[in-house]
C-alpha cells in the first residue's frame, strides 16, 4: 500500500476535527462526485431522446426491446408492485426504461464482489462449524426460516437492550477500554466529531498495547464527513490497524453504487457485540441536532451468538482484503446451560435472492396475535408488505406505527405519508414522533422482537448490507415493547384529517411510487 505522506496526514486530521472546518473541502467531493453522474445521466438521456426522435428505427428497435424486457418482467416470480413500477416506466419512455433496468433493475448487486463473499462465507463457516454453539431446533417460524439461510439460534448468552444512542455509547466505550485481542468496528457512517474521537482514542490506546483493530466504513455513508484516503490513514496511524472502505465511490453512473454496507457492527474480543441503528456520529449520541431530537436503538449480544457477528464481519472484510483465519476470533463453546430465550443474529446481502430481512418482518407480522409495534424512519412499502400489515390489523392485531415527523428525506418522507391512508383504513394507528427524527428500526410482537438497520423501504430489502438481532422469550422483548410504548406518549397520533391529499397530491405520489425502487 502506497503510504501517505505528512502533509496528507496532517489534512485528513484537519478534515475530521470537531470544528467542522472542513466542510468546504468534504462537500467539494461530494459535489464534483454528483455533478459527473447527474452530467453522465444527461448525456444518455439525451443521446437516447435525440436518437429516438431523428431515427425512427432506433426508437422502434428499442420499443420492440421494451416490449421483451416487458414479457421477461412478468415471467419473474418478483413482487407485482416492483414489476408494475418497471413496466409503467419502460412502455411509456422504452428507451429510457430499458436503460435504467439494466442499470437498477432486480437490485443488481457487485456480481464479483458477491462471488468473493459467498467464498469467502463458505470457508469462513467451515472453520468455524466446530467452535460455534447452537440451540438444537428452531423455536417457531421465523427461527426455521433463519436456520434454513444458514443463521444459527443461541441461547446461552443475553441481549441489553439501550433506548438510546447516548445510552448505548457509554457502554461501547466501556467494552472497549476492556478489550485484550481484538477490536471489529463495521459502520455506515463514520464522521468526524466527538463520538468518532472518543473511539479512535481508545482504538490508539489498544492498537499501541497490541490488540488487533479491524475496521469497515461505508465510503458513500461517510462522503460528506469523511476525507478520501481515510482507510489508508487510519491504517498509517498504528501497524495494528487494518481498515477496509467498502464500495468506494467513483463519479460513474453505475448500479454497483446502489449497494452499500448499511451494517452496525461492534465487536470486542468476541466475547460482547453490538448493533442496531446507531451510527458512528454525533447526532446519534445527542452531540449534534440534526432534524430536531435523533431517537434510536441499539442491543449489545454476550454469549456465544457474538460468534455470529464475527462471522458476518469477516464474510464481507475477507472478500475485499486477504484473509483472516476465523478461527482466531472465535470463542470455544461455553458449557453454560441453554435457557428458554433464543437469540439469533442475522445478516441479508443483496443479490442472494433469499430477502432475509424482508421475510423475518413478514414473520414478525403474520405471527402477532395481540400487538405489533414497529418504528422506523422510512416506510416505503410493496404490495406484501402493505398486505400483511393490514391483514394483521384486521385480524384483531393491535398494529402501531412510528415514523419521523421531521424528514431528513422529503421525497421518501412523502412516499412514507402516501401510506398513511390505506393502513389507517384497516385499522392500523399511525403515529408520527413529534420531537424529531426516529431513526430506531424495532419490531416487536407477542411473537418475539427484531433489533438492527433495516429499514421498511426497498433498500434495505433487496439493496444493500444489512443486520439485525431476532429475539424471542427474552426480558429483550419486554424492553423493546416499552420504550416504544413511551414512544408513542411523545408522538402525535395521525388523523384523517391529517393525511387528506387533494387531487393533485395523489398524483405526485402515483408519479413518485414509479421510481420509489431507485430511492
Known amino acids: 500500500?502506497?503510504?501517505?505522506?505528512?502533509?496528507?496526514?496532517?489534512?485528513?486530521?484537519?478534515?475530521?476535527?470537531?470544528?467542522?472546518?472542513?466542510?468546504?473541502?468534504?462537500?467539494?467531493?461530494?459535489?464534483?462526485?454528483?455533478?459527473?453522474?447527474?452530467?453522465?445521466?444527461?448525456?444518455?438521456?439525451?443521446?437516447?431522446?435525440?436518437?429516438?426522435?431523428?431515427?425512427?428505427?432506433?426508437?422502434?428497435?428499442?420499443?420492440?426491446?421494451?416490449?421483451?424486457?416487458?414479457?421477461?418482467?412478468?415471467?419473474?416470480?418478483?413482487?407485482?408492485?416492483?414489476?408494475?413500477?418497471?413496466?409503467?416506466?419502460?412502455?411509456?419512455?422504452?428507451?429510457?426504461?430499458?436503460?435504467?433496468?439494466?442499470?437498477?433493475?432486480?437490485?443488481?448487486?457487485?456480481?464479483?464482489?458477491?462471488?468473493?463473499?459467498?467464498?469467502?462465507?463458505?470457508k469462513n463457516r467451515e472453520e468455524s462449524k466446530d467452535l460455534i454453539q447452537v440451540k438444537t431446533g428452531a423455536t417457531d417460524g421465523c427461527g426455521y426460516f433463519l436456520e434454513a439461510c444458514g443463521f444459527h439460534a443461541y441461547a446461552d448468552g443475553d441481549v441489553v437492550y439501550y433506548p438510546t444512542g447516548k445510552e448505548a455509547f457509554a457502554e461501547m466505550l466501556a467494552e472497549l477500554d476492556k478489550a485484550e485481542k481484538y477490536i471489529l468496528v463495521e459502520y455506515f457512517i463514520i464522521a468526524g466529531g466527538k463520538m468518532w474521537e472518543q473511539v479512535l482514542s481508545v482504538l490508539l490506546k489498544k492498537a499501541v498495547q497490541g490488540v488487533k483493530i479491524y475496521v469497515i466504513y461505508d465510503d458513500f455513508g461517510s462522503l460528506l464527513v469523511l476525507p478520501p484516503k481515510y482507510d489508508k490513514y487510519l491504517e498509517s496511524l498504528h501497524e495494528n490497524i487494518r481498515c477496509v472502505c467498502f464500495n468506494r465511490v467513483v463519479p460513474v453512473f453505475s448500479a454497483r453504487m446502489n449497494n452499500r454496507d448499511h451494517r452496525k457492527i461492534l465487536v470486542v474480543d468476541g466475547k460482547v457485540a453490538f448493533?442496531?441503528?446507531?451510527?458512528?456520529?454525533?447526532?446519534?449520541?445527542?452531540?449534534?441536532?440534526?432534524?430536531?431530537?435523533?431517537?434510536?436503538?441499539?442491543?449489545?449480544?454476550?454469549?456465544?451468538?457474538?460468534?455470529?457477528?464475527?462471522?458476518?464481519?469477516?464474510?464481507?472484510?475477507?472478500?475485499?482484503?486477504?484473509?483472516?483465519?476465523?478461527?482466531?476470533?472465535?470463542?470455544?463453546?461455553?458449557?453454560?446451560?441453554?435457557?428458554?430465550?433464543?437469540?439469533?443474529?442475522?445478516?441479508?446481502i443483496p443479490g442472494?435472492?433469499?430477502?432475509?430481512?424482508?421475510?423475518?418482518?413478514?414473520?414478525?407480522?403474520?405471527?402477532?396475535?395481540?400487538?405489533?409495534?414497529?418504528?422506523?424512519?422510512?416506510?416505503?412499502?410493496?404490495?406484501?408488505?402493505?398486505?400483511?400489515?393490514?391483514l394483521a390489523a384486521l385480524r384483531g392485531v393491535d398494529v402501531r406505527i412510528v415514523t419521523p415527523a421531521v424528514p431528513d428525506k422529503k421525497i421518501v418522507y412523502r412516499l412514507t405519508r402516501a401510506n398513511y391512508e390505506i393502513l389507517m383504513r384497516a385499522g392500523i394507528k399511525v403515529y408520527e414522533y413529534t420531537p424529531g427524527f426516529i431513526h430506531a428500526k424495532n419490531v416487536v410482537c407477542d411473537a418475539g422482537a427484531v433489533v438492527g438497520t433495516v429499514n421498511f423501504d426497498y433498500r434495505s430489502f433487496h439493496l444493500h448490507f444489512e443486520n439485525a438481532v431476532y429475539v424471542t422469550k427474552t426480558k429483550t422483548v419486554e424492553a423493546v415493547k416499552k420504550d416504544v410504548e413511551e414512544v408513542f406518549d411523545v408522538s402525535k397520533l395521525c388523523e384523517e384529517k391529517d393525511v387528506k391529499r387533494g387531487f393533485w397530491g395523489k398524483l405526485l405520489d402515483a408519479n413518485l411510487r414509479v421510481f420509489e425502487t431507485l430511492m
Open 352 to 390: 442472494d435472492k433469499l430477502q432475509v430481512a424482508e421475510t423475518v418482518y413478514l414473520h414478525l407480522i403474520e405471527s402477532a396475535k395481540t400487538y405489533l409495534y414497529i418504528t422506523t424512519p422510512y416506510l416505503v412499502l410493496d404490495d406484501v408488505m402493505r398486505s400483511a400489515l393490514c
Open 275 to 348: 448493533t442496531g441503528g446507531i451510527n458512528i456520529a454525533d447526532e446519534y449520541i445527542d452531540e449534534k441536532v440534526r432534524f430536531g431530537h435523533w431517537k434510536d436503538s441499539a442491543v449489545k449480544v454476550t454469549g456465544s451468538a457474538v460468534n455470529a457477528f464475527v462471522l458476518a464481519f469477516f464474510d464481507l472484510y475477507n472478500a475485499v482484503k486477504p484473509a483472516e483465519e476465523i478461527t482466531q476470533f472465535l470463542l470455544p463453546p461455553k458449557k453454560e446451560p441453554f435457557g428458554e430465550g433464543v437469540i439469533v443474529p442475522y445478516d441479508d
Open 1 to 122: 500500500m502506497k503510504k501517505l505522506s505528512e502533509r496528507q496526514k496532517k489534512w485528513i486530521e484537519k478534515t475530521v476535527s470537531a470544528d467542522r472546518s472542513y466542510k468546504k473541502i468534504v462537500y467539494t467531493r461530494f459535489f464534483i462526485c454528483a455533478l459527473m453522474v447527474f452530467l453522465q445521466f444527461c448525456a444518455y438521456v439525451f443521446g437516447f431522446f435525440w436518437l429516438g426522435a431523428n431515427w425512427w428505427f432506433v426508437n422502434l428497435t428499442f420499443t420492440l426491446i421494451g416490449l421483451l424486457f416487458v414479457f421477461y418482467l412478468f415471467s419473474r416470480m418478483e413482487r407485482p408492485s416492483s414489476k408494475l413500477s418497471w413496466i409503467l416506466l419502460i412502455v411509456v419512455f422504452p428507451i429510457l426504461g430499458v436503460t435504467l433496468y439494466l442499470t437498477f433493475g432486480e437490485g443488481r448487486p457487485m456480481k464479483r464482489l458477491l462471488k468473493k463473499i459467498k467464498k469467502a462465507k463458505v
